[in-house]
């Protein structure tokens, strides 16, 4: 599948300079931001930073036609396209990466930190940015870093790496700061989008561990900023972030009995990573590395297991949610998972929609588009479930 790239460009200051013609990239993936560098490289010989997403006309991603805002770095030596003014000029959700300036205010963030760390970089790539995160590769001659800056609602992600800190299922944070950036040693391998079943077990396996590591954390995570969402928490959670969406109210209405007899099941509240598909995980043959904990919690452990069982075979999702079972047991004599399991199952698709609630509320309306179906699509999941 094709993007067709119209890239509006923009000068440090934020002074419009107008529209470089269209072009084709290969990577259909509208968060993708390396593609676009590369293609306006190739085909205009102007170096750019994507800043932000403008149109999809598609309405939803990937391919199809796609325009950015982009700074131009340097003098622009093709004949640019008028271009209308980009509205607003400001706009109080939007990231700080997402501004003129913002990205190379950024870099020499991670830079300061990587001549402090005593392994300087001499390339800079940008690979990634969105409503939820920006990510550049550093490379030099110590190795290859990662920056990665989130937005305010991602913010915890640095507090439950440096709690980790020592565990090598989890990156290493080399830095972070305030703002949301991070700067991340380099994890080796590839992201297992496409792991099959035995792989999942794998991971379900090692993450379990970690989740009977950070039994006794809890209550350090939560006063780190990792939001709380322990029972009565859960309940008050979902229904505020989705109070906007009154098709979420009937799934609500009984959600509170629901969540006392989950308790009721004796499994304890723990580090939850909320979003363990495989594409957040990384393999290099020799381990297996979990990423991108901005969605993570405090809460329920099933949660995660739910999350990773999600897209296979019915025959092979329950042997994993069995073996999941069986490990509960083996630590917590006495209490039921596979009752617990059951109850959660729509919970998780509504605690899911909520995720989703959330990212709209707080991002700016042009980047809203990634996000505008998932919140009807999880509750008709949850309620399915429920049914």
Known sequence: MVRTVRLVLVDATGRMLGALPDF???????????????GARAAYDVEVTVLRLLTGRRGRPPGGHVSYLAEAAGPVRVPLLPAEAVQPAAHPLRAPYAQPGGPAASLAWAAAQLDRLGRPANVSAQERTWNLSAVW???????????????????????????????????????????????????????????????????????????????????????????????????????????????????????????????????????????????????????????????AFVGHPAFDILRLTEQLPAGSAAALVADWCARWRADVPGCRPERAVALLRPVAWLRMAAVYAMFLAGIEPSERVYHDRDVPENLARASAETG
């Open 24 to 38: 084709d990239v290969p990577v259909p993936w509208w968060q993708d931001a390396a593609a676009v560098v590369a």
């Open 137 to 295: 590769r550093l490379d030099g001659p110590h190795g290859t870093a990662w920056l990665k800056q989130v937005p305010v609602f991602f913010r915890h992600e640095a507090a439950v790496l440096r709690l980790l800190a020592d565990d090598p299922a989890t990156p290493r944070l080399l830095a972070a700061d305030d703002e949301g950036r991070m700067l991340l040693d380099h994890v080796p391998g590839e992201d297992r989008y496409g792991a099959d079943p035995a792989e999942r077990a794998t991971i379900a396996a090692r993450h379990h561990a970690l989740q009977i590591r950070t039994l006794p954390a809890a209550d350090r995570l939560v006063a780190a900023g990792v939001p709380d969402l322990r029972g009565p928490a859960l309940t008050r959670w979902l229904r505020a972030t989705l109070a906007p969406h009154p098709a979420a109210d009937p799934l609500i209405a009984g959600l509170e009995a629901r969540l006392d007899e989950v308790t009721r099941c004796g499994l304890p509240d723990t580090l939850v990573h909320g979003d363990l598909h495989p594409g957040n995980v990384r393999a290099d043959g020799r381990r297996h590395t979990i990423i991108d904990w901005g969605d």
